[in-house]
């Protein structure tokens, strides 16, 4: 049978697609591993989607006076090119006219979410992580006396605080130990940096990483600001027992609620 | 040195962007800052790469002002002017390519075997892929592993295990496909071929003066776009060109030569 110039064209795009389609998968499984890195720090203000917008140019490396940033090499397991920086071994300084934000031209680092009420620069207000203490190898929960952390902190007696307790082991000694406010904790990592333990004591995680949230079953009824986390929840009922076709004030009442 | 002349200025202007990056890094200067992905030229002019911010828009990110900005600017200078000269004059990868090219020749490995394996429509098909799988899992998927990327980035910012890139490409290029990566698989490539296809700045060709000796279409990186060399006079007119010149230093008789094509009246 003769070979037809239709058979050669589907043959042709059919070889090309399966190529495309084996490449894509490979290329997919590589691009997926390269975008987890759920515990690299990011620059001040960055957004939520990051590694979506981030473009990689390193203009807020080049930027940064301390050379805290620098961007991912393969290798790092940190997104390929993405910037970040490593607590321990060079913090964030906390700039106060925030080079490294202020010169981002693809929107993943948000110069806006760093205002002030006054419209100024404020990176006190920046999230790029959440300080976590090791109570267990923090020597000032031993006993010993170190406020090294504590000192070093950028919003001191803010985002960490001194708790006092007895030391029942001594009985005429304190307990002068740090605890970190998640509310307040920027995340520069310079408590990382500065913790005198040979692994530091005290980490800075991502916020998404190491902080809980409560949801919508708990509210702070004191607080009239914490309602409005109900403001755009669902009343409608989904669950569907037994029960559900009888009013509640009717089961509870009811003597046989256990022998059901 | 007439034979090499757009080559040693090629490789300058190569080596001299990559150095005013170095330095932008290093010393801060404010000439060129940041690196291929995205820049600002002294420290005012965005420049973005426009294939990359597609494939971010087809993530879904929001595409801010400065990068929209600036891969317009660089669209429209290589869609005016540049044709596909980002390939030839700009990306660091084409000298790794051209080198593994020079080393065929030394080895005369295309005179042993002259198999292809590889179309040069693999390209599209990459940058097809490179938008799909952006689109699929929310990230620029072709920056994830672009070789081009992580050269210059290297170059600029620090290697860590990306020399590897570099080997692979080398030794793609040298023993399985003649400009493997450049010339059939860059989707970047593919890309700028589609931007600059009708650019003002071509090669143009002229029959009276050739004596075929066919020097321009064994040099070229993209042999089928001199498919009018020995058949008649025109314009390099296909947009896979890099305008890289070297046919021009080749040729013996002066029968090739940079022109501006007019862009409206699309003489031939």
Sequence with gaps: MAISERRKFLLKTAKAAAAATVGGLVWGVIANESKASPLALRPPGAVDDFLQTCIRCGLCVNECPYHTLSLAKIGENVAYGTPYFVARDIPCYMCEDIPCTATCPSGALDIKSLLNEKEEFDINKSQMGVAVVDHNNCIAYWGIQCDACYRVCPLMDVAITQEYRRNERTGKHAFLTPMVHSDACTGCGMCEHACITSKASIIVLPREVALGKAGTNYIKGWENEDERRLIDVSTDVTTQTDRSEKRVSDYLNNSDLFDE | ?268
């Design chain 2, 1 to 268: 040195m007439n034979k090499f002349r757009y080559l040693i200025a090629r490789r300058i202007v190569q080596v001299l962007i990559l150095v005013l990056f170095i330095g932008a890094n290093i010393y801060g200067w404010k000439i060129l800052e940041g690196n291929l992905s995205a820049s600002f030229l002294l420290g005012t002019v965005p420049l973005a790469d426009p294939f990359a911010v597609i494939q971010m828009f087809t993530a879904g990110a929001t595409i801010a002002f400065d990068v929209a900005l600036g891969a317009v600017i660089v669209s429209i200078f290589y869609a005016i002017f540049g044709g596909r000269a980002f390939c030839s004059w700009v990306c660091p990868i084409n000298i790794i390519s051209d080198g593994a090219s020079w080393f065929r020749k030394i080895l005369r490995i295309d005179e042993v075997e002259h198999r292809k394996y590889l179309g040069r429509n693999a390209r599209y098909w990459m940058m097809g892929v490179a938008l799909l799988l952006s689109f699929v899992m929310g990230v620029a998927a072709f920056e994830m592993i672009s070789p081009v990327s992580i050269v210059h980035r290297g170059i600029i910012f620090g290697f860590g295990l990306g020399w590897g890139v570099i080997a692979l490409i080398f030794i793609f290029d040298l023993f399985l496909v003649r400009h493997g990566w450049c010339s059939h698989l860059c989707p970047l490539g593919g890309f700028y071929s589609l931007v600059g296809s009708n650019s003002i700045f071509r090669v143009k060709y002229d029959v009276d003066k050739c004596s075929s000796c066919m020097n321009c279409v064994s040099i070229c990186p993209e042999k089928q776009v001199l498919n009018m060399v020995t058949k008649m006079s025109s314009f390099v007119d296909n947009g896979e060109c890099t305008l890289c010149a070297r046919c021009i230093e080749v040729c013996n008789d002066d029968a090739l030569n940079f022109s501006i094509k007019s862009f409206i009246s699309k003489e031939k």
